[in-house]
């Protein structure tokens, strides 16, 4: 069962522009990551935020966390045509330690 | 190289056949884990090893799904009786294992096509 929902199913911008994907989830977490698969490849960790921290920066990624909504967001700023690919929230359930519970993916499409 | 290996990468099989899937995980990495990928989907969890045992087999779907880790190292997914419904991207990760899941470091995959 998806334990995340990302929000837009697709997203298609222009390079240079702001990307923000949304991700919302059911249950108490320890820790939400973000993930990105480009076209028939693996997934690439991007970013781990923590249950009791708010915002994360790692370059042009920010990622914020609420709690209480269940809810967390990721913006990718200055977006290039290789930030292309499919991004995933993936939530480590409270008390089920050591797996991770993936959304259904956001499709970003930068074009130049 | 120092990632996590999966082969084959392609498997086209019949409908009835056993099927085995390999992972080599990065080494030292005491976590191992199994997903399924289906068309426009997230990823799904399988099963979780930490070292040799199954530390987490909720995922799996029915009794013709096993999984092994033997030495703690290389895992193998094995499929009995395959069903269309298998065709799927089955994903392997690692991580250095621990209380907590940190970042999980994915092979490429194992496509397979039950036809």
């Known amino acids: 069962s998806q334990q995340g929902e990302e929000d837009p199913q697709a997203l298609s911008i222009q390079e240079g522009e702001n990307a923000t994907m949304n991700c919302s989830y059911k249950?108490?977490?320890?820790?939400l990551q973000w993930y990105r698969q480009n076209s028939g490849r693996g997934l690439v960790h991007l970013i781990l935020i923590r249950s009791n921290e708010r915002e994360k920066h790692s370059g042009r990624l920010r990622v914020t966390l609420d709690t209480s909504k269940k809810s967390s967001s990721l913006l990718i700023t200055a977006s290039r045509a290789a930030d292309t690919a499919s991004y995933f929230c993936a939530t480590e359930v409270t008390g089920t330690a050591s797996k991770l519970t993936f959304g259904t993916g956001t499709r970003l499409q930068v074009t130049l | 190289g120092a990632g996590v290996s999966q082969t084959p990468s392609n498997k086209v099989t019949e409908k009835g056949k056993y099927v085995e899937l390999r992972c080599d995980p990065i080494?030292?990495?005491?976590?191992l884990y199994w997903y399924r990928q289906s068309l426009g989907q997230g990823p799904e969890f399988l099963i979780y090893?930490?070292?040799?045992?199954?530390?987490?087999d909720s995922g799996l779907p029915n009794d013709r799904f096993f999984a092994v880790r033997p030495e703690g190292s290389v895992s193998t997914l094995k499929i009995q009786r395959t069903e269309r419904g298998d065709s799927a991207v089955y994903l392997c990760?690692?991580?250095?294992?621990?209380?907590?899941?940190?970042?999980?470091?994915f092979g490429e995959g194992s496509r397979l096509t039950v036809l």
């Open positions: 990760a690692s991580s250095p294992g621990g209380r907590s899941t940190g970042e999980l470091f």
């Open positions: 090893f930490q070292g040799t045992g199954a530390a987490d």
């Open positions: 080494s030292g990495h005491t976590a």
């Open positions: 249950t108490s977490i320890n820790n």
